[in-house]
């Protein structure tokens, strides 16, 4: 591997910044009581995921030969550039990953071409494992284009790995990432793909096959194309059934001061409630069996901000309700807005046990604010007295809270 050219040599404090700087580019209601039977072992055996850990960003380079239009790093951008060694990289994000407890995601600008990137990216993981002995949880970038066989040696030695699609729809490269393609994306998606199932059934026969990651995910971008959140659903469902992806993350669009290379392109800024609502379909398509057709539907193409997609579809599906929770299936369960996987496992659980009425609801920790307006216990409903879309609207408009991640679903 050629040698690693540092153009300004910075202290360790001013890496950090300025690598944390460059990576942002890359995102129970009173009632009547009555004696209801301690349910309180259901509670402790099903409960809901934690969130997932904040994994700390430590950037490579910001000395990137492609131009595109929403990152800081272009090459358009007059700024200090940098490129770290590698064995001095993994000092830092050793250090980082024990302080943080939660991993090190080591990515990068695009330094000379994207294999030469990749084999730093390489030699910076290989010293993290074999140098300094870490074995928790390396996430590693995979540039554009990468060769296979790059592609494979960051696998052997990183849990995680990615490339990001970036855009939904293929002209979007030309408006904003001209030096990118939707080929030189899924190529080595679908590469990754592979090499995670080929590993995968490999271990199953051999004892002593090689470990590679287990995991790959993408990034896209909403608003960076006039796309509609239709369309970035049924493309992230493609992408998590053809190339079994573990997540796709969104990151908005904000195109405020114009690029080099770029005079045409309008101004843009992506809402975050926009995101917020794209986090929470996708986790109704992974986990509650949701199709996009069915979370954004060809007449309304773009999801809301008063509702959550869930609660947009109970809406427009009002002749299936009230559901009887005694009954439904987990699978029915699920269509009840304020009722997640782990309420409804707790339900079908605590139905061998005792008739289900609104107080064991209660016991099992169900908040009854919205859900009580679209089930009955036994045949009783104490929901809204109105058979009127407006009204059950109103019980389902919700807050726009400002976080973002992965567990924006209802339990």
């Excluded at 390396?138 to 490339?163: C, F």
């Excluded at 114009?258 to 109704?284: C, S």
Aim: aromatic letters at 10%; proline letters at 5%; one cysteine or more.
């Amino acid at each position: 591997m050629a040698n690693v050219i540092i153009k300004h040599r910075l202290t360790t404090e001013e890496m950090i910044l300025q690598m944390l700087d460059d990576a942002r580019y890359d995102i129970a209601d009173d009632d009547d009581t009555s004696c209801v039977p301690d349910l309180s072992f259901i509670k402790e055996q099903i409960k809901s995921k934690p969130a997932p850990p904040k994994v700390p960003k430590a950037f490579l380079s910001n000395d990137c030969i492609f131009n595109c239009a929403y990152c800081g790093c272009r090459s358009g951008v007059d700024k200090t550039r940098y490129t770290h060694d590698p064995k001095e990289l993994a000092q830092i994000c050793v250090n980082e990953a024990y302080a943080n407890g939660h991993g090190i995601f080591l990515t990068s600008g695009i330094f000379k071409n994207p294999d030469y990137t990749e084999e730093l990216i390489i030699a910076t993981i290989k010293s993290i494992r074999l140098d300094h002995g870490y074995r928790g949880y390396v996430h590693a970038k995979i540039m554009p284009g990468t060769s296979p066989e790059l592609i494979w040696q960051a696998g052997l030695y990183a849990n995680r790995i990615d490339v990001n699609i970036e855009v939904a729809k293929e002209e979007g490269y030309r408006q904003i990432a001209r030096n990118k393609t939707r080929k030189n994306i899924l190529t080595p998606m679908g590469q990754i793909a592979n090499f995670i199932r080929t590993a995968k059934d490999e271990s199953k026969h051999y004892r002593h096959a090689p470990t590679f990651a287990t995991s790959q995910t993408t990034q896209l971008m909403p608003g960076s194309t006039n796309e509609s959140d239709s369309e970035i659903l049924h493309l992230a469902s493609a992408m998590y059934k053809k190339y079994g992806l573990a997540r796709v993350y969104y990151s908005p669009f904000h195109y405020v001061h114009e690029a080099k290379g770029y005079p045409d392109l309008p101004e843009v800024i992506t809402p975050v409630w926009r995101m917020k609502r794209l986090y929470q379909a996708d986790r109704l398509m992974q986990l509650y069996g949701f199709t996009p057709g069915e979370l954004a539907p060809e007449q309304e193409s773009f999801l809301s901000s008063e509702l959550d997609p869930k609660a947009a579809w109970a809406l427009r599906h009002l002749h299936l309700y009230p559901i009887e929770v005694n009954t439904a299936d987990y699978e029915l369960l699920l269509r009840i807005p304020g009722i997640g996987t782990t309420y409804a496992a707790r339900i079908i659980k605590a139905r061998q046990y005792c008739k289900i009425t609104h107080d064991v609801l209660r016991a099992l920790g169900v908040s009854l604010k919205r859900s009580v307006h679209f089930l009955t216990c036994d045949g009783k409903f104490i929901g809204v007295d109105s058979s009127g879309e407006e009204a059950y609207k109103q019980v389902l408009i919700t807050p726009m809270g400002a976080g973002l991640g992965a567990n924006m679903v209802e339990d």
